[in-house]
């Protein structure tokens, strides 16, 4: 089992920073890739960005060039650096691991995740 910590969420005002957190712990081994997922009021989930264990990255549209995924191996978190924000970014985000490896968009599935944190909610305002 993988245990998902999610922090760093907030509120910002349009245009801001923040930067979010996930730190896994349990069995973390084999954990080929790694992401982040949102869920706004009314809408489905989405997926926002995904890496793999070469280092590898894959965004969504609506966040390339403004967010940016990365992980420490060192200290075995994952982080995504969100700027320039914007209202429509407001949303229950949520860490999620995965023990297969996925290419492509499938690595923005939800259904190619097996463990997720409690999400943590940002809110950028207007």
């Known amino acids: 089992q993988v245990q998902l910590v999610e922090s760093g969420g907030g509120s910002v005002q349009d245009g801001g920073s923040l930067r979010l957190s996930c730190a896994p712990s349990g069995y973390t081994y084999n954990i080929p890739n790694m992401a982040w997922f949102r869920r706004a009021p009314g809408n489905q989930r989405e997926g926002v960005a995904s890496?793999?264990?070469?280092?590898?990255?894959i965004y969504a549209d609506s966040v390339k060039g403004r967010f940016t995924i990365s992980k420490d191996n060192a200290k075995n978190t994952l982080y995504l650096q969100m700027d320039r924000l914007k209202p429509e970014d407001t949303a229950m985000y949520y860490c999620?691991?995965?023990?297969?490896?996925?290419?492509?968009?499938?690595?923005?599935?939800?259904?190619?995740?097996?463990?997720w944190g409690q999400g943590t909610q940002v809110t950028v305002s207007s």
């Open positions: 999620a691991a995965s023990r297969s490896r996925y290419y492509g968009d499938y690595a923005l599935q939800g259904f190619a995740y097996a463990y």
């Open positions: 890496i793999d264990s070469d280092g590898k990255s």
